[in-house]
């Protein structure tokens, strides 16, 4: 068995134009005095990363990943959640994701899945120079529009749109193939992979493509009321990285999962810092060492109540209190009797 590596911390929810929060050297000094080891950083904000030079350069990646190292920080893994939404846009959505990508790339679809594309593939290489061998990002999605069945969908409708989510991924798991880096889809509402059959279908359409995996994080499968603890079961051999991030659900007479529009303080399923919420942690922890889980924990930091730098310090220590060293003999090796081939056919009375 092995002992996962952690805690790490997601800085995407933190990044901000203030001290500390503005570059990844002081990004890495505050994570590292909260008490994380590691930290997942996000690709497009050239003051902690310039993916294109990290993708060109192994010095620099060596040079970056030495001024985080002064702190006792490790880079755990690169994030394209963005990029890799915008991989695949349904139209009805062109607007609300445009302010994902550069200015001169706005109002041109086309031109704007090139670029995210290009920018994941990009990530491939910088992850393989930062010595990385997973990295975390977004589907994107054609079908959510559909994704409940009313209007009825076309017949043919959801495998269309799989194949060509599928044609859009394919260079870009080769890409990671080539890199020898796993591609790690957060299983994530509003992507067409949101949950373990949609996850399959994809698999199914890029042929069990060996780098297409999976990001564990239980809060998006409370919120849609899935078995989480079965879900490992289930992929536990894709699963080759997680997000600890709490959740709650608490649904009433007036509304459930689809929470009725309302914000996230007044829906029945939110976010919650590490603690608060109704995610049994250590049921998974002790799943993900059952089954030689060896990559990182890493909080992500999303609640509707509390201050976001409480929840990175108490998520420090609940990651650490969570994380279990694996043991190394068995708990009865005191009362181990050596036996042959003869003696076990004695045992069971059979000579």
């Given amino acids: 068995m092995k002992t996962l ?4 911390i997601f800085l995407a929810q933190f990044i901000d134009d203030s001290e500390p929060f503005d570059n990844i050297e002081s990004m890495a000094e505050w994570a590292a005095n909260l008490g994380f080891v590691g930290i997942q950083v996000p690709i497009g904000n050239p003051r902690f990363i310039d993916v294109k030079q990290a993708a060109e350069s192994k010095s620099y990646c060596d040079d970056l990943s030495g001024r985080v190292g002064q702190y006792g920080i ?9 990029e890799g939404q915008l991989v695949a846009v349904h139209p009805a959505y062109d607007e609300l994701f445009d302010g994902f990508a550069p200015e ?16 994941v593939k990009l990530a491939a290489r910088a992850s393989r120079n930062l010595n990385l061998d997973a990295h975390v990002t977004f589907s994107g999605a054609l079908l959510w529009p559909m994704m409940y ?19 859009r991924w394919r260079p870009i798991l080769d890409e990671f193939e080539e890199y020898g880096v796993d591609v790690c889809y957060e299983i994530h509402p509003g992507e067409d992979l949101h949950d373990g059959i949609t996850f399959e279908q994809f698999l199914d359409e890029v042929d069990g493509h060996s780098r297409a995996n999976i990001l564990y994080d239980p809060s998006h499968f409370l919120l849609q009321q899935l078995d989480y603890l079965s879900f490992i079961d289930i992929y536990h051999d894709r699963i080759k990285m997680f997000h600890v991030k709490d959740a709650e659900f608490n649904p009433t007479g ?29 049921s998974i922890f ?18 509707c109540l509390k201050h976001q730098e409480d929840g990175a310090r108490e998520g ?11 043991t190394d003999k ?10 042959d081939a003869d003696m076990n056919r004695r045992v069971l009375g059979l000579n």
């Fill in 254 to 282: 007036r509304q459930g999962v689809y929470g009725g529009y309302q914000d996230w303080l007044q829906r029945a399923g939110r976010f919650r810092s590490l603690g608060d919420g109704q995610i049994d942690f250590r």
């Fill in 74 to 82: 490790e880079i755990s893994e690169l994030s394209t959640h963005l």
């Fill in 149 to 167: 069945p009313w209007p009825a969908r076309p017949a043919g409708l959801v495998e269309e749109g799989f194949r060509e989510l599928a044609n």
């Fill in 104 to 119: 001169e790339f706005r109002g041109n679809p086309s031109a704007r899945t090139e670029w995210a594309i290009e920018q």
């Fill in 5 to 8: 590596r952690g805690p790490a």
């Fill in 286 to 303: 002790s799943k993900l060492a059952g089954y030689d889980y060896s990559g990182w924990a890493v909080l992500e930091w999303e609640c």
């Fill in 330 to 339: 068995a708990f009865d090796d005191f009362v181990a009797v050596d036996s």
């Fill in 316 to 326: 420090a220590t609940f990651i650490r209190d969570h994380i279990i060293r694996v």
